[in-house]
């Protein structure tokens, strides 16, 4: 098994691309502590694991409250005996972000300090025990939209996934001496039940798929099989990455 005897922290587990690598990475032999904001959340991704006999645990945390995150993570160093692999997966994508000449400012500082100031501070509590364990991955959630530009914007969305990606560079840069990999993931749309409400006209979404060259959207199970191949140490080789899963969507010139 890929991830056999490693200790994840993954954040946004409660969701769809949580839930999805959080069964993932138990099925490939890691313990789990599995990071929502929505305890309830949690604890049916938790439920999943054990069913398919795996262990985690549910722990419920805003990413944006750093006293939250600190308890969380030592919460799970407590459980798990300790961290070696992070994936800051906690994200939104509000559907009324738009463009920057339409911004609203409370939204845009709402997205930023969840998909932002979260992936900072999960990162902060987290890799250090990283560091205890004698070296690890981060494994950091971005998105297409920091590479392209969309007639259809989300200007506060792409820029915090932007960022990340920088961060991203960064903290492989400054971690990669402790034994320490971080790279990145950046889908394109994944097709989960959010994702379907941006495009609530079959002819809209229609032409999107016309530009993805494999002939389908997303799944979560695509981005979290990419998540754990990241942590995993098939990947020892690599970091300071952000890949770029998308279908083939951003080498298409329509």
Same mark, same amino acid.
């Given at each position: ?21 959080? /069964? ?15 305890? *309830? ?6 439920? !999943? ?12 945390? *805003?990413?944006? $409250? ?37 911004? $609203? ?10 998909? !932002? *100031? ?7 509590? +987290? +890799? ?16 297409? !939209? ?8 989300? $200007? ?25 990999? +971080?790279?990145?993931?950046? =889908? ?6 959010? @994702?379907?409400?941006?495009? =609530? ?7 999107? /798929?016309?530009?993805? =060259? ?6 979560? $199970? *695509? ?6 191949? /990241? ?10 990455? @952000?890949?770029? /899963? ?7 010139? !329509?």
């Amino acid at each position: 098994m890929q991830l056999e005897g490693k200790r994840a922290f993954i954040t946004g587990a409660g969701g769809a691309l949580g839930r999805a690598s959080s /069964l993932l990475f138990a099925r490939q032999g890691a313990a789990v502590a599995v990071v929502d904001i929505s305890r *309830d959340a949690a604890e049916e991704t938790v439920r !999943l694991i054990a069913e398919e006999g795996g262990h985690a645990i549910a722990i419920e945390a *805003d990413v944006r $409250d750093e006293a939250q995150v600190a308890l969380a993570v030592s919460r799970a160093v407590e459980a798990l005996g300790g961290l070696d692999t992070l994936f800051n997966n906690a994200g939104i994508m509000p559907h009324q972000d738009a463009s920057f000449l339409d911004g $609203d400012l409370e939204l845009w500082h709402q997205i930023s300090s969840i998909n !932002l *100031d979260g992936t900072m501070l999960c990162s902060k509590y +987290v +890799v250090p025990h990283i560091v205890v364990a004698g070296g690890g991955a981060v494994v950091n959630m971005s998105s297409f !939209l920091a590479v392209l530009g969309t007639t259809y914007p989300q $200007d506060g969305y792409a820029a915090s996934k932007g960022a990340i990606s920088s961060l991203t560079r960064s903290m492989a840069v400054q971690l990669g001496g402790k034994g320490i990999r +971080v790279n990145g993931l950046a =889908p394109g749309p994944i097709m989960t039940a959010h @994702v379907e409400q941006f495009f =609530p006209d079959p002819a809209a979404r229609a032409i999107r /798929l016309e530009r993805v =060259p494999l002939g389908r959207f997303g799944k979560p $199970d *695509d981005a979290a099989g990419l998540a754990c191949f /990241l942590a995993s140490d098939a990947a020892s080789w690599l970091t300071g990455q @952000v890949i770029v /899963l998308d279908g083939g969507i951003s080498s298409n010139y !329509l």
